[in-house]
Nanobody, 128 residues
Framework: QLRLVESGGGLVHPGGSLRLSCAAS????????IGWFRQAPGKEREGVSC????????NYADSVKGRFTISRDNAKNTVYLQMNSLKPEDTAVYYC?????????????????????WGQGTQVTVSS
C-alpha cells in the first residue's frame, strides 16, 4: 500500500522554526517529484514548494521564498520542509503529495491535480 505520512507540525511563536517531514511507505521517493501544499480555514489549497526527481530543481511560492527549504533524504525515504521565520499567515494544514507520473523528470508540478498521492496533513499554527 502506498502511503505518505506528514509529521513535525505544531504550535510555534512568530519568528520560530519547524521542520516538516513527509515519509513514504510502499514506494521509493528518490525520483518522484514531491510537493508541499497548505490549506488555511476558508481558503483554497495552495502550493508551497516542490522538488523534482532526484536532486533536481525546486521551486517556492513567493510568500515563503527565503524562509522555507525543501530537501530529500533518500536513505530515509523522506522529504523535508524546513520552515524558518514563521509568520501567523503561515498557519495552515500542510500536506505533502507525490507525482509519480513525472518520475525521472525535472518537471515541477504546481497544481494539486497533478499529484496522485497525498498525506493526511499536519497542522502548523503560528501564534503568540
Amino acid at each position: 500500500q502506498l502511503r505518505l505520512v506528514e509529521s513535525g507540525g505544531g504550535l510555534v511563536h512568530p519568528g520560530g522554526s519547524l521542520r516538516l517531514s513527509c515519509a513514504a511507505s510502499g514506494f521509493t521517493l528518490d525520483y518522484i517529484p514531491i510537493g508541499w501544499f497548505r490549506q488555511a480555514p476558508g481558503k483554497e489549497r495552495e502550493g508551497v514548494s516542490c522538488i523534482s526527481s532526484g536532486d533536481g530543481p525546486t521551486n517556492y511560492a513567493d510568500s515563503v521564498k527565503g524562509r522555507f527549504t525543501i530537501s530529500r533524504d533518500n536513505a530515509k525515504n523522506t522529504v523535508y520542509l524546513q520552515m524558518n521565520s514563521l509568520k501567523p499567515e503561515d498557519t495552515a494544514v500542510y500536506y505533502c503529495a507525490a507525482a509519480p507520473r513525472y518520475s525521472g523528470s525535472n518537471y515541477l508540478p504546481s497544481q494539486p491535480r497533478e499529484y496522485q498521492y497525498w498525506g493526511q496533513g499536519t497542522q502548523v499554527t503560528v501564534s503568540s
